[in-house]
């Protein structure tokens, strides 16, 4: 026996269809254009259980993650990134990683260029320095050689290779570590040589700083005292697992006297943990933009 369909469902089923049939294409592949998108590789912590000969080492530049897809920058989460014409001007037709950097020791700088919905001419001091080729199947060595081969071809200024070098053992690791980081470097990144890249954290791919650097939610402002009266004296914080602390340093005058909005997420150094969990000497580095700044109608982005 046939089952009998009635009027209202018939009408519903007729509805869907013509809104399946008329509607756009891009919205149709939306969601494979996002399973398609190219991986993502992200670095773990250093550990000196390794052979340094075996990676390429390269300073780790405080700026802001981009990605080339062909055709456009974006973010790490996918937002694009408003660059002049002139910036990108014959850019590969390929997938690249890079960091949009200025200089060392001027993140929020960077981010005011970089994160404005209308490009202004200070883009010129802004240098797209790669460091991969997502798409690329060849080990980190063959697509540090393809990274040079497209910047030769291109022949764009704003187009480099983050430098990379070789190490002979652990203590000229760490005597290069403290060499950098005095001159006002972040720290290095060690990509193994024979490593293929892969999406999520990857054991091949190692970053390594004097200190360790997390985010936590401003709950509250604590008042100055003494040189810091009427000021901002401290912040209290809060991390994802609910414990809280206060940060008093790492703040210039003027954001004491403008501190971080609550609710805010800001970004923080600090040297290992107590017993308790408390991140150790825990200074402010900065403030994390924000969704909403990030996006392609206000501005923002990871490190």
Not at 176 to 193: F, I, R, S, T
Not at 225 to 246: A, C, I, R
């Amino acid at each position: 026996m046939i089952p009998l369909i009635s009027p209202s469902s018939l009408l519903i089923i007729v509805l869907l269809t013509r809104a399946f049939t008329f509607c756009d294409a891009s919205e149709l592949n939306l969601a494979i254009t996002t399973k398609m998108s190219a991986p993502q590789q992200l670095a773990r912590l250093y550990h000196s259980d390794i052979v340094i000969q075996d990676y390429w080492i390269s300073e780790k530049l405080d700026g802001i993650r981009g990605r080339w897809d062909g055709s456009k920058l974006i973010t790490r989460n996918g937002n694009i990134i408003n660059a002049p014409t002139w910036f990108v001007k014959n850019f590969p037709q390929q997938t690249m990683d890079g960091e949009l950097w200025l200089a060392r020791n001027s993140f929020s700088k960077t981010a005011s260029i970089i994160l404005r919905k209308t490009p202004t001419k200070d883009w010129q001091n802004i240098k797209f320095m790669l460091f991969d080729l997502p798409e690329h199947k060849g080990t980190f060595s063959q697509r540090l050689s393809e990274l040079q081969r497209l910047v030769n071809t291109v022949a764009n200024p704003y187009l480099q290779i983050i430098p990379q070098f070789k190490l002979a053992n652990k203590d000229e690791l760490m005597r290069k570590l403290d060499e950098l980081v005095e001159q006002g470097a972040e720290g290095l990144m060690l990509n193994h040589d024979d490593a293929y890249y892969q999406d999520g954290r990857s054991v091949s791919l190692l970053k390594l700083k004097k200190h360790q650097d997390a985010e936590a939610r401003v709950i509250g402002h604590i008042p100055g005292k003494g040189k810091y009266k009427k000021m901002l004296g401290s912040l209290l914080v809060e991390l994802d697992n609910g414990l809280q602390f206060k940060i008093g340093t790492g703040f210039s005058n003027s954001q004491r006297l403008e501190p971080p909005q609550i609710d805010r997420v800001i970004t923080f150094k600090y040297y290992g943990l107590t017993a308790r969990g408390i991140p150790r000497f825990a200074s402010f580095l900065r403030i994390k933009p924000t969704a909403e700044e990030s996006s392609p109608r206000s501005h923002k982005i990871d490190n």
